[in-house]
């Protein structure tokens, strides 16, 4: 597919090893990729394989060994931390398995608070955080706290606040993990809409190949690289 604009997340030749005594374990070699405007796509790939480190290093939470976080045309690795802050806060939205909202307070305010430290003023917080939570079908939930949500509410909420910010990339570890099959396709669903009305780009990490044959491209993290296309094909992964 030729693509006219940058991509707004390259990852370029990402090395990881982790080392325990003597030992050295080889997560990720020369592993690259580039996610486009608007694109969504799935990473999959079997249990340990390095997903979440994967989204880890892409989200400027962990540094690679070797190799550049490219996001909106600028290396990200070797910024000062204050800087990766700011680019974290400012360009990429994280939803986790477990929804990890704060449980004092209501679904509304945990949209809204990612928005004032980001310096948006009180009002139009909470009118936009008021409208992703309406698209999200959680209009009438809004003053409601955690505690008083269904599973599948609290990680719409999640993803709410995920977005509140208006990122360019949405980092996903397998954001319907810990729901029930239907459940998790609904919010999967929202997930979805909500990525391209914004015109969002997700990385989601998911292990559902199922939900992952409904974004536009899938990449398999396979003995420490990234595989698409033909690549993943030969790999025999979807057939598993």
Not at 114 to 135: C, S, T
Not at 217 to 232: Q, S
Request: charge should be negative; charged fraction near 25%; proline fraction near 5%.
């Amino acid at each position: 597919m030729a693509h006219e604009e940058n991509p707004v997340l390259s990852l370029r030749g990402i090395t990881r090893v982790y080392r325990q005594g003597e030992a050295e374990l080889h997560i990720f070699e020369d592993a690259s990729l580039d996610i486009w405007p608007g694109e969504i796509v799935a990473l999959v790939g079997p249990s340990g394989s390095g997903k979440s480190s994967l989204l880890h290093i892409a989200g400027l939470l962990e540094a690679p060994d070797a190799g550049e976080v490219v996001i909106a045309g600028r290396d990200c690795v070797a910024l000062r931390d204050n800087l990766r802050t700011a680019v974290r806060r400012r360009e990429l939205g994280f939803v986790y398995q477990f929804h990890n909202l704060l449980p004092e307070f209501s679904a509304i305010e945990n949209v809204v608070l990612p928005q004032m430290i980001a310096g948006v003023p009180r009002k139009a917080a909470a009118e936009f955080a008021q409208d992703l939570l309406e698209r999200m079908g959680l209009g009438d939930r809004a003053t409601h706290r955690p505690a008083e949500l269904s599973g599948g509410e609290q990680q719409r909420v999640a993803i709410a606040r995920a977005l509140a910010n208006r990122p360019q990339v949405l980092l996903a570890d397998e954001p319907t993990g810990n729901l029930d099959p239907k459940t998790s396709r609904m919010v999967f669903n929202e997930l979805l809409e909500i990525c391209r009305t914004q015109g969002v780009a997700a990385l989601i990490a998911t292990h559902n190949l199922d939900l992952a044959s409904h974004m536009d491209r899938i990449v398999l993290l396979h003995e420490g690289r990234l595989l698409e296309g033909a690549e993943l094909a030969a790999s025999g992964y979807q057939s598993l």
